[in-house]
């Protein structure tokens, strides 16, 4: 994985706004020219570490797996709330997410909007992994249209899949996530023999603190993170750590967060991950203070941090000179070789696309001041 040797590389975590819509239908001609407009856009704007936008995937982190396992049936949602449209910061701020959810403002994209029931997936036999087509599509799209330079693709860790399925054959929740982690290792393990990054998202596994961990309390949900960074572990055992990139994040939805776990809290956890580089929320109002967890917790030796110096949670494009400073409190705290520039979270479905675009052109910008000054 490259380091910021003489400057300070640039990322982003994965998902992009469309530049060629396609449709649900769209033909093998039709996605190979809005991955190359994903990836032409990526390189005028001058990032350094690049990916195809999450276009393959369909924008969506999650769903996309859907089609990938073997060993689920499908049953008719029965009318609970999803996790997502539970926990203490809706309850505290409920007459803000009626309100929201009223004016479909919680995402950008009407399709990103949270839905009010879904379809239960219930594991009823082995998993396993049948995804291999559609993984192919992805990484050679990816390797053709971007030979140069570093590039990423994104999957998803074991302890988000896990949130919208139900168990019916596992004996054990802890057997039932280690075979997530087990059908999961054959796309992690495809992906990293192709010769790509692997990025791996794991937005639920601080998330669920909200709607589950305050009642276990926090000895307790951390038990229950490790357990499923071990799960991850298991899953990434083969793979180099250099070609592991890990995201962390708190969900993206445009409201409060007012009872976001502290990273304080899992800091510890974060870095037992098989991976090189973290990648980690630093640039909206609830996590900028964040930086100083790095007075007292030691990044180990070879590990990359990539904060997040702008974010999708605000319409208000960063100027770069508050994105080099940010840069510069992370490079002073763990070291400039150490620090990568990055985004809080994807910004496809969360962002109008003229701004999204627009603060990646900041974030390059930025990391460019950052680089005279550290340099």
């Not at 300070?8 to 982003?12: E, K, P």
């Not at 992370?330 to 705290?333: I, K, P």
């Given at each position: 994985m490259n380091r910021s040797v003489d400057k300070?590389?640039?990322?982003?975590v994965g998902s992009l706004p469309d530049i060629v819509p396609l449709t649900a239908d769209a033909t093998a001609d039709a996605l190979r020219s809005a991955v190359a407009a994903i990836i032409t856009r990526q390189k005028l704007i001058g990032l350094d570490v690049i990916n195809e936008g999450e276009v393959t995937k369909g924008g969506d982190w999650l769903s996309y797996v859907d089609e990938r396992f073997g060993g689920f049936e499908e049953r008719p949602a029965d009318g609970s709330k999803p996790l997502i449209q539970q926990g203490k910061d809706r309850e505290d701020f409920a007459e803000f997410y009626r309100y929201a959810t009223e004016k479909g403002t919680l995402f950008y994209l009407p399709g990103m909007q949270i839905k009010q029931s879904r379809?239960?997936?219930v594991c009823t036999s082995p998993i396993t992994y049948r995804g291999q087509d559609s993984l192919a599509t992805e990484i050679d799209l990816l390797r053709s249209l971007a030979?140069?330079?570093e590039t990423f693709l994104t999957s998803t860790a074991p302890a988000s899949i896990e949130v919208y399925r139900r168990n019916e054959f596992y004996k054990s929740e802890e057997e039932f996530v280690f075979a997530l982690a087990e059908a999961m290792r054959v796309e992690y393990e495809t992906i990293a023999n192709s010769g790509l990054i692997l990025q791996v998202d794991d937005a639920w596994l601080p998330a669920l603190w909200d709607r589950i961990g305050m009642t276990m309390g926090i000895e307790a949900f951390r038990r229950r993170c490790e357990i499923r960074v071990d799960a991850l572990?298991?899953?990434l055992r083969k793979i180099p750590e250099s070609q592991v990139r890990y995201h962390?994040?708190?969900g993206s939805w445009h409201g409060p967060h007012a009872y976001d776990l502290e990273i304080a809290n899992i800091v510890d956890i974060m870095l037992k991950v098989r991976a090189q580089a973290y990648l980690v929320e630093g640039a909206n109002a609830r996590h900028d203070h964040e930086y100083a967890v790095w007075d007292t917790v030691k990044l180990p030796a070879g590990k990359i941090l990539i904060p997040g110096v702008i974010t999708h949670s605000t319409d208000v494009v960063e100027h770069p000179e508050l994105v080099s400073q940010r840069i510069q409190r992370?490079?002073?705290?763990v070291g400039r070789e150490n620090v990568m520039a990055g985004a809080d979270c994807g910004f496809g479905g969360r962002s109008h696309p003229q701004i999204a675009w627009a603060k990646l052109e900041s974030?390059?910008?930025g990391a460019e001041l950052a680089s005279?000054?550290?340099w």
């Open positions: 300070i590389l640039t990322t982003h379809p239960i997936r030979p140069e330079g572990n298991h899953a962390l994040c708190w992370y490079a002073q705290r974030l390059v910008r005279r000054a550290l």
